[in-house]
């Protein structure tokens, strides 16, 4: 079954469009194995999905329903096994190298941990130059978008705190002028504290600077903060999508209520009359 997800604004040219698009991977580990024993594990099946200009959109689900291997195909991180993905019309997988060179740019990615993310050999100042490049945003442009003092730069990643790196890792992504950032579990690494305001510099940049969201998570809370739209994965499969409003407050599946009786009552807009007391 392939569930459709419905757009916010039908009208627009979509920034992504996800057709069928399934990740498998061979259940055998050495190549003469694999001779004789062709079974495949479906990471991810059949998963339509478009994200438009100025769309936050949030993907969910259980641990290991693969939110995170759509999240790296859509950064081309991970190549699919079957279906396609195009940015603004074109298809990853065929891409010139000046295309290439394009949607690297335009697309970026926010990593749940920035311990592997940010090189702990380089100080911030290094890192965040080699991201900006001879046209990104100037750095202390970026500092100020992601609330950072001019201090971090002199220091290495093991030198701040979860949520600065974490900051340094939105600015590094936001260094080119992104039109689009997938941020996989952003604040999941983080004290609870810190979290809202990550998610809060995330709805600033989507609502102020217009970047373009798809948000990875398992947190509903989370989601119903951030995003409009929201697609529910369970087994590597969508189960249910539409505007977050439906999906948090009247979901059609057992399944999604069942994720939204896991989150603690007070965190975040939470969904009325469910959650354990
Ligand atoms: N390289 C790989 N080889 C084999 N199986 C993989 C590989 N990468 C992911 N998987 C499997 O694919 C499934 C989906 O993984 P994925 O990381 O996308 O899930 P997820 O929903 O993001 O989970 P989590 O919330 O725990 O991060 C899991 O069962 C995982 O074990």
Do not use: W
């Not at 079974?39 to 949030?58: C, I, M, N, P, Q």
């Not at 970026?142 to 001019?150: I, K, S």
């Not at 809060?200 to 989601?223: E, F, P, T, W, Y």
């Not at 590597?236 to 599946?253: H, I």
């Amino acid at each position: 079954m392939s569930v459709n997800v419905p757009n916010a604004t039908p009208a627009a040219q979509p920034i992504f469009a996800l057709q069928e698009v399934g990740k498998s991977y061979a259940l055998a580990r050495s190549p003469l194995e694999r001779m004789f024993n062709r079974r495949r594990f479906h990471a991810v099946s059949d998963v339509s999905l478009e994200v438009a200009k100025g769309d936050a959109l949030a993907i969910v689900g259980e641990s290991g329903s693969g939110k995170s291997t759509v999240a790296r195909m859509m950064v081309g991180l991970t190549a699919p096994t079957t279906g396609s993905i195009c940015f603004r019309g074109d298809a990853l997988n065929t891409m010139t190298r000046t295309q290439n060179a394009t949607f690297r740019q335009r697309v970026q990615m926010v990593f749940q941990s920035t311990t592997n993310s940010l090189n702990p050999r380089k100080t911030i100042a290094t890192t965040l130059a080699e991201a900006i490049g001879n046209d990104g945003v100037p750095v202390r442009q970026l500092l100020d978008m992601v609330r950072l003092p001019a201090f971090v730069l002199a220091r290495y990643p093991h030198q701040l705190s979860g949520g600065q790196r974490q900051r340094v890792g939105i600015a590094r992504a936001l260094a080119r002028r992104p039109e689009l950032v997938v941020a996989d579990e952003p604040t999941s690494a983080l004290d609870v504290s810190i979290q809202a305001e990550i998610i809060k510099l995330l709805r600033d940049l989507h609502q102020s600077a217009g970047v373009s969201l798809v948000v990875i998570s398992h947190d509903l809370a989370l989601v119903g903060e951030l995003c409009e739209r929201v697609v529910v994965m369970r087994e590597g499969r969508v189960v249910e999508a539409g505007a977050v409003d439906q999906v948090l407050f009247e979901p059609r599946e057992r399944y999604t209520t069942e994720l939204l009786a896991a989150i603690p009552k007070g965190i975040g807009r939470h969904p009325i009359g469910v959650g354990p007391e």
